[in-house]
């Protein structure tokens, strides 16, 4: 299973706890799908709210839990925003956001790089959510970061691995490094097609939460999940253009 | 003072955070909080002094992605 800052978790399916139709499925998806992460968010508070009962539910899934940055548009946003959710969720792991467009929520990779340095500087143990850009990658290793999260597509597209050439680049260019495929994500098939490439995990949200059934759905990631790791483990066979049969032509009849 | 909490102007007489989180009705609510965009943590509200103008941002976990 994936190991992530010295910390390993129990499935490579990290789920949103966004966008379910209520809190009671929410928590029947991470129950059927077993999953080994929750995201999680900070938002303003009114007063007399109580913020306090999403916690205790979050806190009741017994998974690990990785508050997010999102909608952050700059740096100072972004490591503001990183220190409230330690103080709120008693953990140094941060996704780390830095939108750079607001339609296409692409991440912007030179605030990216600067708002990492910040935090891991700061103790934090940072997830960045990144495009698939190797050069990218290489700067955010340098800032501190162990992990990497290149998008599949962007957000809440579900397209799945919309860049399969420079994925497969990515992580052949960095074998050592964890990382998860995170964004972008619509069915089970993307998320095996992510493990089948060597990826460690696949973090997903949408996907799940806006499906018909989002338990069932959230169960059909984690099988497909366990499908492609063990395809990837089993060394895939090379394709190749020619058919070639599979029954041996050896003692083949003549019967024409 | 006349401040702005989440976005909403808001009159206080509480001049120290911890103090002003009382009057709006925070409580012990589980909140984090900024002033104008610095990270005040929970440790130093009680001496974080506020300014007429500061903008307030009081955050509680929220299901995210």
């Known amino acids: 299973m994936p190991v992530f800052y010295g910390v390993e978790i129990a499935s490579p399916l990290m789920l949103g706890t966004a966008q379910y139709p209520s809190p009671a499925i929410m928590a029947e998806a991470f129950h059927r799908s077993g999953a080994g992460v929750a995201t999680v968010s900070v938002r303003r508070e009114a007063a007399g709210g109580d913020g306090g009962a999403?916690?205790?539910m979050i806190e009741g899934l017994g998974v690990p839990v990785l508050p997010n940055t999102a909608g952050c548009h700059s740096v100072r946003e972004a490591v503001?925003?990183?220190?409230?959710?330690?103080?709120?969720?008693?953990?140094?792991w941060i996704k780390l956001e830095v939108i750079g467009h607001?339609?296409?929520l692409q991440p912007d990779p030179f605030g990216l790089i600067?708002?990492?340095?910040?935090?891991?500087e700061d103790?934090?143990?940072?997830?960045?959510y990144m495009t698939e850009d190797g050069i990218l990658a290489g700067r955010?290793?340098?800032?501190?970061?162990?992990?990497?999260?290149?998008?599949?597509?962007?957000?809440?597209?579900?397209?799945?691995?919309?860049?399969?050439?420079?994925?497969?680049?990515?992580?052949?260019?960095?074998p050592g490094v964890p990382m998860v495929i995170d964004a972008g994500l619509g069915m089970p098939s993307h998320a095996a097609q992510a493990m089948e490439l060597g990826f460690d995990a696949v973090l997903l949200n949408t996907a799940v939460a806006k499906a018909g059934a989002p338990a069932a759905m959230a169960e059909g990631f984690a099988r497909a999940l366990e499908a492609?790791?063990?395809?990837?483990?089993?060394?895939?066979?090379?394709?190749?253009?020619?058919?070639?049969?599979?029954?041996?032509?050896?003692?083949l009849a003549e019967l024409e | 003072m006349r401040i702005t909490v989440n976005g909403e102007s808001s009159q206080i007489a509480a001049e120290k955070l911890a103090a002003a989180l009382d009057e709006l009705g925070y409580g012990a609510a589980r909140v984090a909080t900024a002033v104008n965009g610095e990270f005040v943590p929970a440790a130093m509200r009680a001496d974080h002094a506020l300014c007429e103008g500061d903008r307030l941002e009081i955050l509680a976990p929220r299901q995210g992605g």
Request: aromatic share 8%; with cysteine.
């Open chain 1, 140 to 174: 955010l290793l340098e800032a501190g970061c162990e992990v990497l999260m290149p998008w599949g597509a962007p957000i809440g597209t579900g397209r799945g691995l919309n860049n399969l050439y420079g994925l497969r680049t990515l992580r052949a260019q960095f």
């Open chain 1, 123 to 128: 103790g934090f143990r940072v997830f960045p």
């Open chain 1, 228 to 251: 492609g790791r063990l395809a990837h483990e089993a060394d895939p066979m090379e394709p190749r253009d020619m058919a070639a049969p599979s029954t041996p032509v050896l003692g």
């Open chain 1, 54 to 56: 999403f916690w205790d």
């Open chain 1, 102 to 104: 607001e339609d296409t």
């Open chain 1, 80 to 92: 503001t925003t990183a220190h409230m959710a330690r103080e709120l969720f008693g953990t140094d």
């Open chain 1, 114 to 120: 600067e708002a990492a340095r910040i935090l891991c």
